[in-house]
């Protein structure tokens, strides 16, 4: 009993560094990386992707969000608007969407430290990866007051 547990485990962890390994492989070649850290059995790596202007606003961006653990990988698309007056990143999963308006150049909590970098990444890719705390003089450069109100609202989806 104990050898087939055994066996068991090792051919559970060997498919595990495979499919790790292929994740990795799949990357996209322009993935910028935001955040990359340790985590349970690996390391956690945010990054972005396939970026694009709106063709109709040229404050909005849509891009390709790319989140990969050490045992699971997700792709989202976004949208964040550059827009001076209100900057926000638009995110959601399979029940609700969640706008966040975002003061660039101002304070950057913990919650807030991801919508930050992804916000800068899409709106002003020179400075992709950059600690968005050091950004305040670059955001007032580009128009932004850095004394704007953050703040989070969630729509639900409707079910059918």
């Known amino acids: 009993m104990v050898l087939i547990g055994q066996l068991w485990g090792s051919a559970e962890a060997m498919d595990r560094s495979e499919v790790i390994a ?34 109709t606003n040229k404050d909005l961006r849509r891009y390709k969000l790319w989140q990969e653990w050490p045992t699971d990988l997700n792709i989202h698309s976004e949208t964040v608007s550059c827009d001076v007056e209100e900057p926000l990143r638009v995110a959601r999963d399979g029940q609700s969407i969640y706008v966040r308006r975002l003061n660039p150049g101002g304070d950057v909590v913990p919650a807030s430290r991801e919508d930050h970098l992804v916000w800068w ?40």
Do not use: F, H
Request: glycine share 6%.
């Open 121 to 160: 990444a899409a709106c002003v890719p020179d400075m992709a990866g950059t600690d968005p705390v050091s950004l305040k003089e670059t955001a007032l450069s580009l128009g932004y007051s850095t004394v704007l109100v953050e703040s989070q609202e969630v729509l639900r989806v409707p079910d059918y």
């Open 22 to 55: 292929k994740m990795k492989e799949m990357r996209p070649p322009n993935l910028m990386v935001l955040i990359e850290r340790p985590d349970v059995g690996g390391n956690y790596l945010l990054g972005m992707y396939a970026v694009e202007r709106d063709t």
